[in-house]
């Protein structure tokens, strides 16, 4: 089955009890059971409900895993994923993280004693370096946000089973339809589903994979104990996302690699950060892991003046938090998604005040390179 077709037809793609054709919303608390534990697959939506069921069995497939997990945001699936390990544990991640990991890493699990330290992933040296008598995984984002590092996933996986530890991978940026790390190796997936995978701003999810038995067992403890699932309601709009997936991410890369080529061109623009650009760091392993380079650019104007002039001036990139829906959104993750990292750590990072950072989305290319070209000249 191709991929277009997968998003489509994989899983279970409609109702065996009534033929539906669209999955119908189970907007149900508790199920009927004929006698003590004689139930029908479902006794509690906590434990399981039939359209979570559905969306669990989808990414599940389109990943190519053991067993999907589907839980109420993506913080809420990195920290379930997170509960797997235990007090006086240890977990390297790369450095260039989402602000939400970085915050959830140092201001919450560190509490429970789970241990981290975050290294420039990209570079197999910096993760042996890290490696502790105590360390149980390593978590990677490759491509990373806001500066779009890339990790090669293949040979950070092989490194982890040679020290017998977990490959976690955050796939956020590439979503399953243009990058599968279990494929490559990795031993757990996880996506804020909000982003690309919902595509349409309407629905906060997370999302987890896992490639062994073992894993979706001691998961869906976790998941089952604490709670943090997704409603059916909003199972219901993510599976509808999922399906066009493929032909919106298509469209956003014809329209990313216009802009990217513009932003190249402009003398306001000090640098430029995309994985499909050749002298990107690590350009050629991109090329090799994944079937497409995304729809998240980044920029460096110079200044956070110049950032703010910039976004006073567009008129068809929203200022949001965000990515990845069919509307572009552009934000300064020095003071909205990265505004939890201290600054002196953006810094080091290299997440400047002047850096900006769009998702491209669905629009007329021509439009949307008009409307930065004018905030630009500005």
Known sequence: MKRKTQLIHGGISNDPATGAVTFPIYQVSTFKQEGVGGHKGFEYSRTGNPTRHVLEELIKELEGGKAGFAFGSGMAAMTAV???????????????????????????????????????????????????????????????????????IEAVAKLAKEHNLLTIVDNTFSTPYWQNPIELGADIVVHSATKYLGGHSDVVAGLAVVNSEKLAEDLHFVQNSTGGILGPQDSYLLIRGIRTLGVRLEEMEANTKAIVEFLQGHSNVKKVYYPGIETHPNHQIAKKQTRGFGGMVSFDVGSAENADKLLSKVKYFTLAESLGAVESLISVPARMTHASIPAERREELGITDGLVRISVGLEDVEDLIEDLENALNS
């Open 82 to 152: 997170m509960m797997l390990f235990n007090s006086g544990d240890h977990v390297i991640l790369t450095d260039d993280v989402y602000g939400g990991s970085f915050r959830v890493m140092t201001k919450v699990l560190n509490r429970l004693g789970i241990d981290s330290t975050f290294v420039d992933t990209s570079k197999a040296e910096n993760i042996l370096t890290a490696i502790k008598p105590n360390t149980k995984a390593i978590h990677l984002e490759t491509p990373t946000n806001p500066l779009l590092k890339i990790t090669d």
